[in-house]
């Protein structure tokens, strides 16, 4: 009995170790090239498959040599594999009278917080001049702020993660060489063990109870005898 005791302490303290190794993480994935269908509300979805299972604090979202002649047709928005949606951008400068910023696009961009103002580098920009390759923060209508680690904290790394690129009004087209999606996370928990002493304790309790069960189990025998 000791000698199991002992192994299963050697194993809790091996796993401890495990787990306070490890700590914030950082992993990468890319996904593919596609075009953007013109004049389309159904768009196009790319997926990127992620198989590493950890817990999401930050995540960024990066569009390589994203290709466009006028902003103001997209609408580009990630969803994880949880379903849930959030706006990278969506039409910038459009509204009922008018189609939209003229701007292109060119280039890398990428979509975290604290990153700067998408819709205001569109309108700083001529018909056919390019947003600037920078890190822009994720924005939905109108330009509204939307905070990616608000929306995505918590959730697991794992599963199908969703591009969507829409483009819904004529005339200029565009495409993507790829994207790629970076998170700030950390290891998926693990099964609790018991602590050591934890251990040493549920042992001696059930040691103790074996030795109830005898004596109870002498005295039903001591009792039938009587009876
Ligand atoms: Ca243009
Ligand atoms: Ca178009």
Not at 149 to 169: K, R
């Amino acid at each position: 009995m000791f000698i199991e005791l002992r192994k299963c302490a050697i194993a809790a303290v091996m796993v401890a170790m495990c787990v306070s190794v490890a700590s914030a993480d950082f992993i990468d994935f890319s996904g593919g090239a596609t075009s953007i269908p013109n004049n389309s509300l159904g768009g196009v979805n790319s997926v990127i498959n992620v198989t590493t299972d950890e817990i999401i604090s930050d995540l960024s979202v990066t569009i390589f040599d994203f290709r466009h002649t006028w902003v103001g047709d997209l609408t580009a928005r990630i969803i994880s594999p949880n379903g849930t949606s959030a706006d990278l951008f969506v039409r910038p400068l459009t509204n009922l009278f008018f189609y939209g910023d003229s701007s292109d696009l060119r280039g890398d961009y990428t979509f975290i917080d604290g990153g700067d103002d998408f819709t205001a580098e569109a309108a700083s920009r001529g018909s056919n001049s390019r947003l600037r390759n920078r890190d822009y923060q994720a924005s939905t209508t109108n330009g509204t702020p939307v905070s990616l680690a608000a929306m995505f904290a918590g959730e697991s790394t794992v599963g199908a993660w969703t591009l969507f690129l829409s483009d819904t009004a004529i005339g200029d087209i565009g495409s993507i060489d790829g994207w790629g999606l970076s998170f700030t996370s950390t290891p998926a928990p693990v099964a609790s063990v018991p602590e050591p002493s934890s251990l040493i304790y549920f042992g001696l309790a059930g040691t103790l109870m074996l030795r109830r069960r005898r004596r109870r189990s002498v005295v039903v025998a001591e009792s039938e005898t009587e009876s």
